[in-house]
């Protein structure tokens, strides 16, 4: 038998059970329409979450922190990587461990990581919020995203760049019109003035601190846009101030008792620094130079590898969600094609009373599951692209109300069109192979017999 | 010339463990161009007889020897071939496929033989004039009458031009002036082509006027043979 005829013969056979057809048929859409929704969604989330660390250059930023009991670097109630302990005497990040890290080659700029929180005033609304002094260069980089207006022109400059989240908090309106306005932050300091000893009983039961409120007022000359993902290492408030103007406000020199511990000797030193480096390419051996300095480091590339792997599972747990529906789609398969044969076991021992091979017959059926399959696999990838589009748009549709920007969740490489129309085709070849067995082995004798 | 021979040909079926011999020991021998019936009460071996000589069934013992070709020697696909080229088979019921017009039913053997799609229809047309059913070409099996599907069966089982027409109770669902028609086509087949004809048939007056010899069963053996003409 020519191919052409044997699937001419499946066609037309398809086409007398429409509607069995068209319901396998959808069986086997909904199922292949599964798993590319699920494949597409792992691979988006793969690709957006590599695609804004590179977009962020966060592959070439090492954070350093001191070492020994204070290798914790942070407080242990904050969440956020952990970096291992190091062994040896403490050392403290001071001043002079930043300049020792920027003389290391291939290092392009270090800034310790200095915040503070501050009351943060705009019109009559006021919002706690961290306030991170970033040196002007950092603020130039592709790291920090200024949407609107622009960064500070220089580390003196008395300006201020704010995240468009604090915008929203403090009911700014239009994150662009914001740009110019004056922003004020308000501190807390000592005022030792305000201490008196006899007051000691008050000031330890907490009723009565030596503290005072200190007001200072800054333009606003950018605003950084929200991120779709968890903001880059290094940058954790929306609030910067360059090193100049954060060096008038009095504060106090410590944030919470976690820094106080990690006291050496009474220097406090910064809580970590972050390191950006000029290439990716001097990572491993700037983390090296740096933990020879005495530090602990961190480096999101260490983690990269494992944020892989947990992609790959999810991957895993994704398609075996499509395969069930795949699985029960081939069942559907099997069925629709041993009941087509006990309703053409007459016309199958006509076939082979007019002298076709038991492939001949076996072919006639693969030809019809596979078609199945081929039908189920075009519309399900359709099915699928359809319905991840429509999940794409509501789920945007529902964080845009939030600020965050629209972005793709889902990704449709080369191959999966490719993909899943294959495998639906493999997949219903598979379910056929029984059926078309059975077929071929009905004996036209009993088929044929005169009842 | 001898073109059907069959040497002690047996066939057993096992049912419920108990044994029931179809056919035992039928030695028979036809020659090439003759037009035979074969006769019988109910039982006697008649159908299991003709599908052994059309290589739908394998015997128990003995063999079946077809133009010098013995059928024990072919395997599945051997046998398979020798139905699409050497034999037509029609039966009582028919067997047309329902769905598919005179036409359509004629070309399916065509298509395993693989001949192209405008050679089949040709061929099917053809066929179709010869068994007198040029005008009913398109028409579905349901929409002709018994006698017309059954000249459609005869066009069917022609079709890849075998030398051997093996005919189960061809009559047996019509009426006689049909079944009187369809004797005749076959007859004029045996006649016009030199095609060997057996045909299992109950009907003794159809058989005498047209069959040049009756061979007929009881209880699976040869109980007679009378050569007519």
Redesign the interface.
């Given at each position: 038998?020519?191919v052409r005829?044997g699937v001419g013969?499946a066609l037309?056979n398809l086409r007398?059970r429409k509607l069995r057809t068209v319901l396998t048929t959808m069986g086997v859409t909904v199922g292949i329409g599964a798993l590319v929704a699920m494949i597409s969604f792992g691979q988006g989330m793969e690709k957006n979450v590599t695609a804004s660390f590179s977009a962020l250059e966060l592959f070439n930023v090492l954070t350093v922190f001191p070492s020994g009991p204070s290798a914790f670097g942070r407080d242990p109630d904050e969440p956020g990587p952990r970096p291992e302990a190091t062994a040896g005497p403490a050392k403290v990040l001071d001043d002079e461990a930043v300049a020792a890290i920027a003389g290391l080659d291939g290092v392009e700029a270090v800034y310790p990581e200095v915040n503070f929180p501050a009351l943060v005033g705009l019109d009559d609304r006021e919002d706690l919020q961290l306030v991170q002094v970033i040196p002007a260069k950092v603020a130039a980089t592709k790291m920090f995203q200024v949407k609107w207006g622009r960064p500070f022109g220089s580390d003196d400059e008395p300006a201020v760049v704010v995240g468009e989240s604090v915008l929203r908090r403090l009911k700014a309106g239009d994150p662009a019109a914001a740009v110019g306005r004056t922003l004020r932050i308000s501190s807390v300091t000592l005022d030792l003035s305000a201490f008196n000893p006899a007051d000691l009983a008050a000031f330890l039961s907490g009723r009565k601190l030596p503290v005072a409120k200190e007001k200072h007022e800054f333009p606003i000359v950018g605003v950084v846009a929200q991120r779709p993902f968890a903001g880059p290492v290094g940058l954790q408030s929306d609030v910067f101030l360059p090193p100049g103007p954060a060096r008038s406000i009095k504060r106090l020199p410590f944030r919470n008792v976690w820094d106080l511990l990690r006291m050496q000797d009474g220097r406090l030193g910064y809580a970590s620094l972050t390191v950006r480096l000029v290439s990716p390419r001097d990572l491993e051996r700037v983390k090296a130079a740096v933990r020879d300095l005495g530090f602990t480091t961190f480096a999101l590339s260490d983690q990269f590898a494992e944020i892989r792997r947990g992609f790959l599972y999810l991957d895993m747990v994704l398609a075996a969600v499509g395969m069930i529906a795949i699985f029960v789609a081939s069942l559907g398969i099997m069925n629709t094609m041993l009941m087509s044969i006990l309703e053409r076991t007459?016309?199958i021992?006509?076939?082979?009373?007019?002298?076709?091979?038991?492939?001949?017959v076996r072919r006639v059926f693969f030809v019809e599951s596979s078609v199945i399959g081929l039908a189920g696999g075009l519309a399900g990838y359709a099915l699928g692209w359809v319905v991840s589009r429509l999940i794409n748009g509501v789920v945007n549709a529902l964080l845009a109300r939030q600020g965050v920007p629209a972005i793709d969740y889902f990704a449709f490489p080369v191959w999966l069109p490719l993909g899943a129309v294959a495998f639906s085709v493999l997949v219903s070849l598979l379910s056929g192979v029984y059926p078309a067995t059975r077929a071929a082995r009905v004996d036209?004798?009993a088929a044929?017999r005169?009842? | 010339m001898v073109f059907v021979r069959t040497r002690r040909l047996t066939k057993v079926y096992s049912l419920a463990k108990v044994r029931v011999a179809a056919l035992e020991d039928v030695d028979l021998e036809f020659d090439a161009g003759t037009f035979a019936a074969v006769t019988g009460p109910s039982g006697s071996g008649k159908s299991t007889l003709l599908n052994l000589l059309g290589g739908l069934d394998r015997p128990t013992e003995g063999d079946v020897e077809i133009g010098g070709k013995a059928l024990a020697g072919l395997d599945g696909d051997g046998l398979a071939l020798f139905r699409r080229f050497e034999v037509g088979m029609v039966f009582q019921s028919f067997n047309l496929i329902a769905t598919r017009t005179a036409a359509e039913n004629v070309e399916f053997p065509l298509l395993f033989a693989g001949v192209g799609r405008a050679e089949r229809r040709t061929r099917a047309f053809r066929l179709l004039d010869q068994v007198g059913l040029s005008g009913r070409t398109g028409h579905l099996p349901g929409e002709l009458s018994g006698g017309e599907q059954q000249r459609v069966a005869i066009a069917r089982a022609l079709a890849n031009t075998p030398r051997l027409l093996l005919a189960d109770e061809p009559t047996g669902n019509l009426d006689s002036r049909t079944s009187r028609e369809i004797v005749e086509l076959l007859s004029g087949l045996v006649r016009e082509r030199g095609l060997t004809v057996l045909m299992v048939t109950h009907e003794e007056a159809l058989a005498r006027e047209f069959a040049r010899e009756i061979v007929s069963l009881r209880d699976g053996r040869v109980a007679g043979r009378e050569v007519l003409r």
């Open positions: 038998m020519k005829d013969l037309v007398k007459r016309e021992g006509v076939m082979k009373a007019v002298g076709a091979l038991d492939a001949d036209p004798v044929l005169h009842d | -």
